[in-house]
């Protein structure tokens, strides 16, 4: 049965088509379509269209409805559309006419809308409290190992002197830069198209100042045009901020299944952690790193996706715009999934001491002995000549020693001022 049954059947082939996943997916929106009901009808009292005695059985009516969701018991029921309709009709059922009100100035445009704002604003906080973690670890991960030296590479050729200070630190401060892309996607999707009702408004007199406050979003989508096209816009928004922090964790999981390799062998697991080969005997693999890269790497794909799905779209709803649930709520569960799994392996990581002992890494020192000769007084480029002859000769003998003391360096990470700039950026998401 629709909500637009008109008295034809639609044909089942039809309408198993074009309900999709819906009846599955939406069941993650139920709490927030009870929550954008309960403010439309509140509203909808206070401009007349409903009376207080309406609203006082609409809304416990409504609250048993959000605790059977809260336990788990809800569904959408064989031949349902979807969340939208699944609720109208329970509270058609229970409480007759009084139930078929609540649908006034509304439409199911706007009502997935708003489920869909209020599911984004509650799933980015969660992927920021996700990264907020990882990026704690990593910055105290980094400050334990800091006077542990490795090699930096360039051209992925032994380049400088590089410590486990610097490279966990390095993930934490990048960690920042895409929490800065998740803020911008909160502050678009903290906006309330409710009122917008089918895309171009209602003829009720809807106090839209009233349900955004209900709702506590920053303002209104003013325009009720504006309000509907955000509607892929906001799914942009949220994918362009996850494909951020799946870049900078794709790009961790890729250093570290290096570092675990035989060849460098500079970082380790216990064994409980690694996998194994139904063939090599010896193998510890690192699939957790592995899977995690291929994930990540999917995960900033779905930019992409989106971008074609909503590509020259008419102006208003247009179903297209459903398969949008498709595509990103799976990408939000996966990116904190992978978030999590990073920090649960980080905190198991064990980190090789005096990499740079070996002869391999002889010539790491070369730009630190030219800048001794070069703080002794002789011009750099005769030192970096004199250095790069020995190297040439091959009678180069390095110092070892590495005096790196500016801002952001090995000796001086800056941790307190990168978490100062994260703090100031999670203090945003309210
Ligand atoms: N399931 C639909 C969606 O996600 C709900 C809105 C339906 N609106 C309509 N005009 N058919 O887009």
Redesign the pocket.
């Known amino acids: 049965m629709q909500l637009w049954n008109k008295g034809f059947e639609p044909d089942k082939l039809i309408e198993k088509f074009t309900v999709g996943k819906?009846q599955e997916l939406?069941l993650r929106l139920a709490k927030y379509d009870v929550q954008g009901s309960m403010a439309h009808i509140k509203m909808l009292e206070s401009i007349g269209l409903l009376t207080k005695e309406e609203l006082d059985i609409l809304l416990p009516a409504l609250e048993e409805i959000a605790q059977s969701i809260e336990k788990g018991d809800f569904k959408i029921d064989e031949g349902v559309?979807?969340v939208?309709s699944q609720i109208e009709f329970m509270l058609t059922n229970k409480l007759g006419d009084i139930g078929k009100k609540i649908h006034s100035g509304r439409?199911?445009?706007d009502q997935?809308l708003v489920d869909l704002k209020l599911f984004f604003r509650d799933e980015i906080k969660k992927i920021a409290e996700a990264c907020d973690k990882l990026f704690v670890r990593l910055q105290n991960l980094s400050e334990e190992h800091k006077d542990k030296l490795m090699p930096g590479y360039t051209h992925l050729q032994i380049a400088m002197p590089s410590s486990f200070g610097l490279w966990f630190g390095a993930y934490a401060e990048s960690l920042t830069d895409d929490l800065q892309i998740l803020l911008a996607a909160y502050k678009i999707a903290n906006q309330n198209p409710l009122g917008s009702a089918?895309g171009y408004g209602s003829s009720f007199p809807l106090d839209r100042e009233m349900t955004t406050n209900l709702l506590h979003f920053d303002n209104p989508h003013y325009n009720v045009v504006a309000a509907q096209m955000s509607r892929g816009k906001t799914e942009k928004a949220v994918a362009a901020a996850i494909a951020a922090i799946a870049s900078t964790l794709g790009h961790l999981a890729m250093d570290v299944c290096m570092w675990m390799c035989g060849n460098f062998g500079f970082v380790s697991f216990p064994d409980e952690l690694t996998t194994g080969s139904s063939i090599m005997p010896h193998k510890k693999n690192p699939d957790v790193f592995e899977i995690m890269r291929g994930k990540c790497n999917r995960l900033q794909s779905i930019q992409n996706e989106i971008a074609l799905l909503t590509a020259n779209l008419p102006l208003g709803?247009n179903?297209d715009?459903?398969l949008l649930?498709d595509i990103i709520f799976p990408a939000t569960s996966e990116l904190i999934e992978c978030l999590e799994m990073a920090d649960f392996m980080l905190e198991h990581i064990r980190v090789k001491s005096d990499i740079l002992d070996d002869k391999l890494y002889d010539y790491i020192f070369t730009v630190e002995d030219v800048n001794r000769l070069a703080n002794q007084g002789m011009p750099f480029r005769d030192a970096y000549k004199k250095v790069g002859m020995e190297v040439q000769n091959k009678t180069y003998k390095p110092t070892r020693e590495v005096h790196h003391t500016h801002l952001g360096s090995v000796g001086n990470l800056a941790t307190s001022q990168i978490a100062a700039k994260k703090n100031s950026i999670l203090s945003q998401f309210k």
């Open positions: 819906d939406d559309e979807d939208h439409s199911r445009n997935v089918a709803y179903r715009l459903q649930k």
